[in-house]
């Protein structure tokens, strides 16, 4: 990105920030959720990071938010309450402790790790240990007096509580730490700064309330509590129920370690998280991140991360501020349920019905903990209602492991060179036409075979004959079609973990299982190859000879590149290909059209770039060997003991035999082993010799 497109593009994020984060601080209303907004700051952020010199005084980065409202009375505060900046990976956090030790050489860095409340940051002060003034933060200099409703909070003491020499000795405080802890509780001031929360079990009982009522439901916990806090009537934040836990102690005690301050708290009669603990690296910090994201359901509020904060007090200020937040404290998001992104195509599919479904291919982002690149878009008519065009900034959506959908348009952010989307005229799989199906919103190929057709061909690719891929059966590949993840062969071989995690009936490991499936099947067999690619009248035997005449001309190679099968088979002329065994006009008619096709090489020319090769079929031992079984062609029925039945045909063709998968009168042998089907029926009605595994055994014997 130029800088010029960088500062189009700060602009265009300043301005949708601003917008919604006024909606959010100052009326409580929001437009796009916090992890969509979290997003667009991180974007921004990242940006100005690259260009310094594009950061602005007015730029959300460098402030916290709104105006307070002017129903209530203004506060100043004593210290700004600032906002934390976001991390949203382990490596953003390893980013951060590298810059942290470059401002404080030689010192170790440990931590505390909290969790992150999702609800409304508020300051206490009380004076010689009485509850005065509680405020909410504001624009983080001056926020608004809510001293009445703070106090129904049963959570906030009115009168702080007194802690005895013991227990201050027990917290492990010097007598001077001890002495200023006295005097703030009895003759002086002292601020403690915490959060104002909803449960999620009040949360569902007031909205059951208001449901009964007829009154408008409430959108989440933390709009709520925001607006249970900005209630005139007191009584009205009574019967809201709402709790109250402190973070830290805004005094200057002259504590050493942000973890006294919690016990402080909880001493001075504070509720503090119990699921708050000292970390003593980042190894510890990750383990703590991961757990409560695995485990947030459990917590009885909403959260959406962990704050990591820097212990030892002393280095607090020596590390200070930049921008909107403190050095010494990061907020580590949990992964979120939507992100903001770019739309970067729009691709159609194929139903079963031959119905056509648009997707929207997305610049890569993380969302619910995986990387998406692609979310369903349903059908025309919700793109219209969207008001989606190529090119847009979107916010897409992943609630519950679902696949992921575009939630909402963001059109602030548009530069103009957007396009309106259309339905294709062609069918993008076999590019016959597309008609609007009567009454109805949707879009169909007029060849009913397109799907059927094309979900074969893929079937096929990955069946055992052909490349054999364990875990890519029918039903799977179905579902990744209808997912638009693939969309023709090559396709396969671009999956990931991340692309699998969201469908139905896969997790981490069965993914991963998958994709190590599909990754070892990158160098198949020539024969295999040739026979999964589906040419028209080309079975497995000659798809094995049509590979043993371009080995000849890779002479003494044990593997060869797509390109350089591409090259022998545009130079083979149909002639060539009839000369061949068993190969007549029609069959060479079929491959020389198929490998003269430019869709087709253009799925050969993919499967190379995703890492696909092939190995060479391997020249027969000996000439004597070559012709033991020379002319004549085997069908096998039935399980063998001794070896598979790839192995046997494997053999058989070593030593210069067919293999058949149909019986008939130019059938020389029928191999039977245990629980033959029809073929062994059918075998000794047309009087072909039928032998056991051992007979086959001394047949094939050197």
Same mark, same amino acid.
């Given at each position: 990105m130029t800088k010029e497109e960088a500062k189009k593009r700060i602009e265009k994020l300043k301005a949708e920030i601003n917008h919604h984060r006024y909606l959010y601080h100052v009326w409580d209303k929001e437009e796009i959720s916090a992890?969509?907004?979290?997003?667009?700051?991180?974007?921004?952020?990242?940006?100005?990071?690259?260009?310094?010199?594009?950061?602005?005084? +007015?730029?959300? $980065?460098?402030?916290? %938010?709104?105006?307070?409202?002017?129903? &209530?009375?203004?506060?100043?505060?004593?210290?700004?309450?600032?906002?934390?900046?976001?991390?949203?990976?382990e490596q953003d956090m390893k980013d951060w402790e590298e810059r942290l030790a470059k401002l404080v050489p030689g010192e170790k860095l440990d931590y505390y790790a909290e969790l992150k409340m999702d609800g409304l940051a508020m300051s206490l002060v009380y004076e010689k240990g009485t509850f005065t003034v509680g405020a909410t933060r504001g624009d983080g200099q001056i926020g608004e007096d809510v001293s009445q409703n703070l106090k129904t909070i049963e959570a906030i003491p009115l009168k702080l509580r007194l802690p005895s020499e013991e227990e201050l000795d027990r917290l492990g405080l010097d007598e001077e730490q001890k002495i200023n802890v006295l005097m703030a509780l009895k003759g002086g001031r002292l601020e403690v700064r915490g959060e104002a929360i909803m449960t999620r079990k009040t949360f569902a009982e007031l909205n059951e309330k208001l449901k009964q009522e007829g009154k408008p439901l409430l959108a989440n916990p933390r709009n709520a509590a925001a607006g249970s806090i900005r209630q005139l009537d007191p009584q009205v934040t009574a019967s809201r129920r709402l709790d109250f836990y402190v973070y830290s102690v805004a005094t200057d005690l002259g504590l050493s370690r942000h973890e006294e301050e919690h016990e402080l708290a909880k001493l001075l009669g504070f509720k503090v998280l119990k699921h708050n603990k000292y970390?003593?690296?980042?190894?510890?910090?990750?383990? &703590?991140?991961?757990?409560?994201?695995?485990?947030?359901?459990?917590?009885?509020?909403?959260?959406?991360?962990?704050?990591?904060?820097?212990?030892?007090?002393?280095?607090?200020?020596?590390?200070?501020?930049?921008?909107?937040?403190?050095?010494?404290?990061?907020?580590?998001?949990?992964?979120?349920?939507?992100?903001? $992104?770019?739309?970067?195509?729009?691709?159609?599919?194929?139903?079963?019905?031959?119905?056509?479904?648009?997707?929207?291919?997305?610049?890569?982002?993380?969302?619910? %903990?995986?990387?998406?690149?692609?979310?369903?878009?349903?059908?025309?008519? /919700? *793109?219209?209602?969207?008001?989606?065009?190529?090119?847009? $900034?979107?916010?897409?959506?992943?609630?519950?492991?679902?696949?992921?959908?575009?939630?909402?348009?963001?059109?602030?952010?548009?530069?103009?060179?957007?396009?309106?989307?259309?339905?294709? +005229?062609?069918?993008?799989?076999?590019?016959?036409?597309?008609?609007?199906?009567?009454?109805?919103?949707?879009?169909?190929?007029?060849?009913?075979?397109?799907?059927?057709i094309s979900l074969r061909g893929l079937i096929h690719w990955a069946s055992k004959g052909a490349l054999d891929i364990e875990g890519l059966g029918p039903k799977i590949i179905e579902q990744l079609v209808k997912q638009n993840l693939v969309r023709d062969l090559s396709d396969f071989y671009a999956l990931t973990v991340d692309d699998l995690k969201p469908l139905e009936r896969f997790a981490e490991r069965s993914a991963e299982k998958l994709v190590a499936s599909i990754e070892s099947r990158k160098q198949p067999e020539l024969g295999r190859l040739?026979?999964?690619?589906?040419?028209?009248?080309?079975?497995?035997?000659?798809?094995?000879?049509?590979?043993?005449?371009?080995?000849? %001309?890779?002479?003494?190679?044990?593997?060869?590149?797509?390109?350089?099968?591409?090259?022998?088979?545009?130079?083979?002329?149909?002639?060539?290909?009839?000369?061949?065994?068993? *190969? %007549?006009?029609?069959?060479?008619?079929?491959?020389?059209?198929?490998?003269?096709?430019?869709?087709?090489?253009?799925?050969?020319?993919?499967? /190379?770039?995703?890492?696909?090769?092939?190995?060479?079929?391997?020249?027969?031992?000996?000439?004597?060997?070559?012709?033991?079984?020379?002319?004549?062609?085997?069908?096998?029925?039935?399980?063998?003991?001794?070896?598979?039945?790839?192995?046997?045909?494997?053999? *058989?063709?070593?030593?210069?035999?067919?293999?058949?998968?149909?019986?008939?009168?130019?059938?020389?042998?029928?191999?039977?082993?245990?629980?033959?089907?029809?073929? &062994?029926?059918?075998?000794?009605?047309?009087?072909?010799?039928?032998?056991?595994?051992?007979?086959?055994?001394?047949?094939?014997?050197?």
């Amino acid at each position: 990105m130029t800088k010029e497109e960088a500062k189009k593009r700060i602009e265009k994020l300043k301005a949708e920030i601003n917008h919604h984060r006024y909606l959010y601080h100052v009326w409580d209303k929001e437009e796009i959720s916090a992890a969509a907004l979290d997003s667009l700051k991180n974007e921004l952020f990242k940006l100005e990071l690259d260009f310094p010199d594009l950061i602005a005084p +007015d730029s959300p $980065t460098q402030r916290v %938010g709104g105006r307070p409202l002017e129903r &209530f009375k203004k506060v100043a505060h004593s210290s700004p309450m600032i906002s934390l900046f976001d991390a949203f990976s382990e490596q953003d956090m390893k980013d951060w402790e590298e810059r942290l030790a470059k401002l404080v050489p030689g010192e170790k860095l440990d931590y505390y790790a909290e969790l992150k409340m999702d609800g409304l940051a508020m300051s206490l002060v009380y004076e010689k240990g009485t509850f005065t003034v509680g405020a909410t933060r504001g624009d983080g200099q001056i926020g608004e007096d809510v001293s009445q409703n703070l106090k129904t909070i049963e959570a906030i003491p009115l009168k702080l509580r007194l802690p005895s020499e013991e227990e201050l000795d027990r917290l492990g405080l010097d007598e001077e730490q001890k002495i200023n802890v006295l005097m703030a509780l009895k003759g002086g001031r002292l601020e403690v700064r915490g959060e104002a929360i909803m449960t999620r079990k009040t949360f569902a009982e007031l909205n059951e309330k208001l449901k009964q009522e007829g009154k408008p439901l409430l959108a989440n916990p933390r709009n709520a509590a925001a607006g249970s806090i900005r209630q005139l009537d007191p009584q009205v934040t009574a019967s809201r129920r709402l709790d109250f836990y402190v973070y830290s102690v805004a005094t200057d005690l002259g504590l050493s370690r942000h973890e006294e301050e919690h016990e402080l708290a909880k001493l001075l009669g504070f509720k503090v998280l119990k699921h708050n603990k000292y970390a003593k690296d980042l190894k510890e910090i990750f383990a &703590f991140h991961d757990f409560w994201e695995a485990h947030r359901e459990e917590v009885p509020f909403e959260c959406d991360g962990i704050v990591v904060v820097i212990d030892d007090l002393r280095l607090w200020p020596r590390l200070g501020t930049v921008g909107k937040g403190p050095r010494f404290m990061m907020a580590y998001k949990f992964a979120a349920e939507q992100a903001t $992104t770019k739309v970067e195509e729009v691709v159609w599919q194929v139903g079963r019905t031959g119905v056509l479904t648009p997707a929207a291919a997305l610049t890569p982002v993380r969302v619910g %903990g995986v990387t998406i690149r692609n979310a369903t878009l349903h059908n025309l008519d /919700e *793109i219209r209602r969207l008001g989606l065009k190529v090119g847009d $900034t979107v916010i897409i959506e992943r609630a519950g492991d679902v696949i992921p959908k575009v939630v909402k348009v963001l059109p602030g952010l548009r530069n103009g060179s957007e396009r309106e989307i259309e339905a294709p +005229d062609k069918c993008p799989i076999c590019e016959s036409e597309v008609a609007k199906v009567e009454g109805e919103v949707a879009y169909r190929c007029t060849n009913k075979n397109c799907y059927a057709i094309s979900l074969r061909g893929l079937i096929h690719w990955a069946s055992k004959g052909a490349l054999d891929i364990e875990g890519l059966g029918p039903k799977i590949i179905e579902q990744l079609v209808k997912q638009n993840l693939v969309r023709d062969l090559s396709d396969f071989y671009a999956l990931t973990v991340d692309d699998l995690k969201p469908l139905e009936r896969f997790a981490e490991r069965s993914a991963e299982k998958l994709v190590a499936s599909i990754e070892s099947r990158k160098q198949p067999e020539l024969g295999r190859l040739i026979y999964g690619l589906g040419i028209r009248h080309v079975g497995e035997e000659t798809a094995i000879d049509l590979a043993q005449r371009i080995a000849q %001309g890779l002479k003494a190679r044990k593997g060869a590149s797509l390109d350089e099968i591409m090259d022998i088979m545009g130079r083979l002329k149909r002639e060539d290909l009839e000369a061949m065994p068993d *190969i %007549g006009p029609v069959v060479a008619r079929s491959i020389y059209e198929w490998f003269h096709n430019s869709h087709n090489l253009n799925i050969l020319k993919r499967l /190379e770039k995703n890492g696909v090769s092939v190995r060479l079929p391997a020249a027969a031992k000996n000439a004597s060997a070559a012709k033991k079984l020379a002319g004549k062609t085997f069908v096998l029925t039935g399980g063998l003991e001794s070896l598979t039945r790839d192995q046997a045909k494997d053999k *058989i063709r070593e030593l210069g035999g067919k293999v058949s998968s149909q019986v008939s009168k130019n059938t020389d042998y029928v191999i039977a082993g245990s629980e033959p089907g029809s073929k &062994f029926d059918k075998a000794k009605d047309l009087g072909v010799k039928i032998i056991d595994e051992g007979e086959f055994l001394k047949l094939i014997k050197s």
